[in-house]
């Protein structure tokens, strides 16, 4: 789920706590509401700059297991490491009094961890530090030689034509409630994305679903994105939220898009989502080497991970949506960013002036890459798409026409609309007179407004709209959002009351049966112990304890410096000792 759908979930009060936490002192000086710090850019770096190593380190294990679904508890103590497990939960439950980290109940009590899906490329290049990449179209000489593929359309230009076809076919469906075979094929040939691209990405349809994958992904996207619902036995355009979507532009409308897809295709898939993260810190526009992607993986220092097939993957989807384009100079493979995936960071810019079409005596339009989108919607209703490249064509047919026609419109508000989106260019004569004439060959077939072309104003408000694109949930199914004021480390640790004081505050050289019940206590914590240990202090983590006569030794983790391993100890081998409760009496 995205931050926006989290904060729907969360009452003010709670929110306000989040900002209480020390992670967001500086936000909060600055009058930052939680929704806002999490994907703010300087404030994410200062608050994992206040982060002990504990939370850190619980974030970085989040990381390594995320998949935009939840992770559960055990996988993530999993990966705990060095840590206690009371420091580690003691690092978790900052994270979660900062609402960083969301905890979930499923079933019969199992527990869940959850960050919003938007947080993960933006808190990224802060948890794994790397150099930046230089961009190869700056060195001299690599470019004089290069075959480029083919660029694809966008993401969001694949579903105005989807959409279109949509509206031409009609909205009808059967008595089983699906398309019909006819218009589902029409569909499938609108998309570039294919069957397979989705099916190694990882996508998933229910066993039931009648569609091809690449149908299916654009019909749930469209109903994700609120463009249609389904209404008895057709499907209806929701007219206000088309017009929103076409009024955003169009670097705002693919970062939603890019989102979504990876909250979609790449549930349970933590390597992609590290390797799009890495993509996303390339200066969009700017060609990269995948040598030097593939070189930077590994560096990022995350267990169990299999870079090679999740790079590919990642950049033949990207190809796909039109996002990435791919070229090959000698050996290399170059890549460069079509759109800028984080544009959601950047603030909102002025909007460009919208470029007017040019419209020629044969019925030719010729559409320039800023035409707006409401403007191309109603091309693909009154006319024929010849061809979608940087400088596109449609063109006035008189089958086009007719199909207007019958759909409600008329040769009248076709010439409007052509006026208006020209910029108050005049009709030709030649034109004009052509359109008069397919006006009469259809004056026979029955007029009336059609729902499956619904007609939008060219022009639309100037103030932002803010379209927000929502998160399917299902991966969380079934899920409870705990609720974190219950987060505390005390009741973590059992019968904290009835230890000393002492055990916690002081250290001592204690008798063999104190050592032995302060090591039964931190075991049952889950807790360190800190040892002198010949003239030094270091931290000792205890996993098991075994007795032998009347003498006993125990075993766990030292840890020394930047060094850990594991060695068993009998208790002369210290001088004295301190129990540590996390977030209580102190923290190692």
């Given at each position: 789920m995205f931050v926006q759908q989290w904060s729907e979930k969360l009452t003010s009060r709670v929110k306000q706590q989040f900002m209480m936490s020390p992670l967001w002192i500086d936000a909060a000086e600055r009058g930052l509401h939680w929704e806002e710090a999490v994907i703010d850019r300087r404030s994410i770096e200062e608050a994992v700059n206040r982060m002990d190593e504990a939370a850190a380190a619980v974030l970085r294990a989040f990381y390594n297991c995320f998949g935009a679904g939840p992770v559960s508890e055990e996988r993530l103590f999993s990966l705990r490491q060095r840590f206690s497990g009371a420091e580690f939960r003691y690092g978790l439950i900052q994270l979660q009094n900062a609402g960083i980290i969301f905890a979930l109940r499923q079933g019969w009590g199992e527990r869940l961890y959850a960050m919003p899906s938007d947080c993960f490329m933006r808190w990224h290049p802060y948890l794994f530090r790397l150099d930046q990449l230089p961009a190869a179209n700056r060195l001299s000489g690599l470019w004089e030689q290069r075959q480029e593929d083919m660029a694809l359309k966008p993401l969001g230009r694949q579903l105005l034509s989807i959409w279109a076809e949509l509206a031409r076919s009609g909205l009808g469906l059967t008595s089983k409630g699906v398309l019909p075979k006819k218009t589902a094929a029409k569909l499938m040939h609108a998309v570039s994305i294919t069957d397979a691209d989705l099916l190694q990405a990882g996508w998933q349809q229910e066993e039931t679903d009648p569609y091809t994958p690449a149908v299916s992904f654009a019909l749930r996207l469209s109903r994700q994105l609120g463009i249609v619902a389904t209404e008895g036995k057709q499907l209806r355009w929701q007219k206000d939220t088309l017009a929103a979507w076409f009024s955003e532009e169009e670097l705002k409308r693919e970062a939603l898009l890019f989102l979504w897809c990876l909250d979609e295709l790449l549930e349970k898939k933590p390597a992609m989502w590290h390797v799009m993260a890495l993509l996303t810190r390339l200066e969009p526009g700017a060609w990269y080497s995948?040598?030097?992607?593939?070189?930077?993986?590994?560096?990022?220092?995350?267990?169990?991970?299999?870079?090679?097939?999740?790079?590919?993957?990642?950049?033949?989807?990207?190809?796909?949506?039109?996002?990435?384009?791919?070229?090959?100079?000698?050996?290399?493979?170059?890549?460069?960013?079509?759109?800028?995936?984080?544009?959601?960071?950047?603030?909102?810019?002025?909007?460009?002036?919208?470029?007017?079409?040019?419209?020629?005596?044969?019925?030719?339009?010729?559409?320039?890459?800023?035409?707006?989108?409401?403007?191309?919607?109603?091309?693909?209703?009154?006319?024929?798409?010849?061809?979608?490249?940087?400088?596109?064509?449609?063109?006035?047919?008189?089958?086009?026409?007719?199909?207007?026609?019958?759909?409600?419109?008329?040769?009248?508000?076709?010439?409007?609309?052509?006026?208006?989106?020209?910029?108050g260019m005049p009709i030709s004569p030649l034109l004009e007179t052509s359109l008069a004439d397919w006006e009469k060959q259809t004056e026979a077939v029955a007029k009336q407004a059609s729902e499956a072309y619904p007609e939008l104003p060219l022009e639309h408000p100037s103030e932002e709209s803010g379209f927000a694109l929502c998160f399917s949930g299902r991966a969380f199914a079934g899920c409870e959002l705990m609720n974190h004021e219950d987060f505390r480390i005390e009741r973590f640790l059992p019968e904290l009351e009835r230890v000393p004081i002492n055990w916690m505050q002081q250290f001592r050289s204690y008798h063999h049966s104190t050592r032995l019940e302060i090591l039964e206590r931190a075991l049952s914590w889950q807790a360190p112990v800190q040892l002198r240990m010949n003239e030094s202090v270091v931290a000792f983590v205890p996993a098991r304890l075994e007795r032998s006569g009347d003498g006993w030794t125990v075993t766990g983790l030292l840890r020394e410096a930047e060094t850990h391993r594991e060695v068993c100890l009998s208790p002369e081998m210290w001088e004295g000792m301190k129990l540590v409760a996390p977030g209580v009496s102190g923290f190692v």
């Amino acid at each position: 789920m995205f931050v926006q759908q989290w904060s729907e979930k969360l009452t003010s009060r709670v929110k306000q706590q989040f900002m209480m936490s020390p992670l967001w002192i500086d936000a909060a000086e600055r009058g930052l509401h939680w929704e806002e710090a999490v994907i703010d850019r300087r404030s994410i770096e200062e608050a994992v700059n206040r982060m002990d190593e504990a939370a850190a380190a619980v974030l970085r294990a989040f990381y390594n297991c995320f998949g935009a679904g939840p992770v559960s508890e055990e996988r993530l103590f999993s990966l705990r490491q060095r840590f206690s497990g009371a420091e580690f939960r003691y690092g978790l439950i900052q994270l979660q009094n900062a609402g960083i980290i969301f905890a979930l109940r499923q079933g019969w009590g199992e527990r869940l961890y959850a960050m919003p899906s938007d947080c993960f490329m933006r808190w990224h290049p802060y948890l794994f530090r790397l150099d930046q990449l230089p961009a190869a179209n700056r060195l001299s000489g690599l470019w004089e030689q290069r075959q480029e593929d083919m660029a694809l359309k966008p993401l969001g230009r694949q579903l105005l034509s989807i959409w279109a076809e949509l509206a031409r076919s009609g909205l009808g469906l059967t008595s089983k409630g699906v398309l019909p075979k006819k218009t589902a094929a029409k569909l499938m040939h609108a998309v570039s994305i294919t069957d397979a691209d989705l099916l190694q990405a990882g996508w998933q349809q229910e066993e039931t679903d009648p569609y091809t994958p690449a149908v299916s992904f654009a019909l749930r996207l469209s109903r994700q994105l609120g463009i249609v619902a389904t209404e008895g036995k057709q499907l209806r355009w929701q007219k206000d939220t088309l017009a929103a979507w076409f009024s955003e532009e169009e670097l705002k409308r693919e970062a939603l898009l890019f989102l979504w897809c990876l909250d979609e295709l790449l549930e349970k898939k933590p390597a992609m989502w590290h390797v799009m993260a890495l993509l996303t810190r390339l200066e969009p526009g700017a060609w990269y080497s995948e040598a030097d992607i593939a070189d930077q993986l590994p560096l990022l220092d995350v267990e169990g991970m299999e870079w090679g097939e999740s790079r590919a993957t990642c950049l033949n989807l990207l190809r796909s949506f039109g996002w990435m384009e791919l070229a090959r100079t000698g050996d290399h493979r170059m890549l460069r960013w079509t759109m800028m995936p984080l544009f959601l960071d950047t603030g909102r810019r002025p909007s460009a002036r919208p470029e007017p079409i040019m419209i020629e005596p044969n019925g030719d339009l010729l559409v320039p890459p800023g035409c707006s989108y409401r403007v191309r919607w109603e091309l693909e209703l009154v006319a024929d798409r010849k061809s979608d490249d940087l400088l596109s064509v449609w063109q006035l047919t008189r089958s086009s026409i007719e199909r207007a026609i019958i759909n409600g419109r008329s040769v009248a508000s076709v010439i409007t609309f052509l006026q208006s989106a020209s910029g108050g260019m005049p009709i030709s004569p030649l034109l004009e007179t052509s359109l008069a004439d397919w006006e009469k060959q259809t004056e026979a077939v029955a007029k009336q407004a059609s729902e499956a072309y619904p007609e939008l104003p060219l022009e639309h408000p100037s103030e932002e709209s803010g379209f927000a694109l929502c998160f399917s949930g299902r991966a969380f199914a079934g899920c409870e959002l705990m609720n974190h004021e219950d987060f505390r480390i005390e009741r973590f640790l059992p019968e904290l009351e009835r230890v000393p004081i002492n055990w916690m505050q002081q250290f001592r050289s204690y008798h063999h049966s104190t050592r032995l019940e302060i090591l039964e206590r931190a075991l049952s914590w889950q807790a360190p112990v800190q040892l002198r240990m010949n003239e030094s202090v270091v931290a000792f983590v205890p996993a098991r304890l075994e007795r032998s006569g009347d003498g006993w030794t125990v075993t766990g983790l030292l840890r020394e410096a930047e060094t850990h391993r594991e060695v068993c100890l009998s208790p002369e081998m210290w001088e004295g000792m301190k129990l540590v409760a996390p977030g209580v009496s102190g923290f190692v």
